[in-house]
């Protein structure tokens, strides 16, 4: 079966950066979407970032010029790379992919999710 595996994840200070990866292996499948998402105790899953297959990319508006997404179809990875690091970035992260339709931004419409790697931004 298909697996997502993120990495990347850990504790910086607030300001700093990370790389987050994801892998996908196990099956081929198409994806319309790779996506970002995070979650936290005391918040739904909430949409951070996404690739479409046509190179579009969409962000929430609270990580837009600090946060960036890319994919790499040919080695099926896709990463963010986070910037400017806040306190409130604290979560963990998900990697999805989107093999139907449905909104970028919404996290049903994936199918496909990964582990999950935690993010720790200090104040």
């Known amino acids: 079966q298909v697996q997502l595996v993120e990495s990347g994840g850990g504790l910086v200070q607030a300001g700093g950066s990370l790389r987050l990866s994801c892998a996908a292996s196990g099956g081929t499948f198409r994806s319309n979407s790779m996506g970002w998402f995070r979650q936290t105790p005391r918040k739904e899953r909430e949409f951070v970032a996404a690739?479409?297959?046509?190179?579009?990319?969409y962000y929430t508006d609270s990580v837009k010029g600090r946060f960036t997404i890319s994919r790499d179809t040919t080695k099926n990875m896709v990463y963010l790379q986070m910037n400017s690091l806040k306190p409130e970035d604290t979560a963990v992260y998900y990697c999805?992919?989107?093999?139907?339709?449905?909104?970028?931004?919404?996290?049903?419409?994936?199918?496909?999710w990964g582990q999950g790697t935690q993010v720790t931004v200090s104040s």
């Open positions: 999805a992919a989107k093999t139907g339709s449905g909104n970028h931004y919404d996290s049903h419409p994936y199918d496909i």
């Open positions: 690739a479409s297959r046509n190179g579009m990319t």
